[in-house]
């Protein structure tokens, strides 16, 4: 019988030991995802911060003066400059010119433009 007794006192030692195990694995578990989670924040936060400075680069010196919603609107007026842009410029790319230039790739040539790659 103190075999048997012996031989359950192992086994539960030995679950105690895993449960202990499991223990300090799931506390290093908790801290490494601890650590990612901040250092995810932390790379978000140098992005935000870099495209805001090159926001207020870009708006110039009154930047710091624009509340949020004349900087919104200011970005909403952009992409849709943007966007009136690409429908005529994909325009006048389809109209030619009877030595069939595009009037887009002639605007670009006597005006002196530089192409750059998606203007191509």
């Known amino acids: ?5 012996d ?9 105690d030991r895993i449960d202990e195990k499991q223990k300090q694995l799931s506390a290093q578990k908790r801290a490494i995802r601890s650590r990612f989670a901040q250092k ?3 790379a978000r936060t140098k992005r935000l911060i870099e495209k805001g400075a090159l926001l207020e680069k ?9 509340s949020l919603d004349q900087t ?11 966007h ?12 030619k010119y009877k030595d069939n ?9 006597t005006y002196g433009g530089q192409q750059s790659s998606d203007d191509k």
């Open 1 to 5: 019988m103190t075999v048997q007794n």
């Open 40 to 42: 995810e924040r932390k």
């Open 101 to 109: 230039t595009s009037v887009f790739s002639r605007f670009l040539e």
């Open 58 to 66: 870009f708006i110039g010196p009154d930047a710091a003066n624009q």
């Open 84 to 95: 009136n842009y690409q429908v005529l410029k994909a325009f006048t790319q389809s109209v």
């Open 72 to 82: 919104q609107a200011f970005l909403q007026k952009l992409g849709k400059d943007n």
């Open 7 to 15: 031989e359950l006192k192992k086994l539960k030692d030995r679950m």
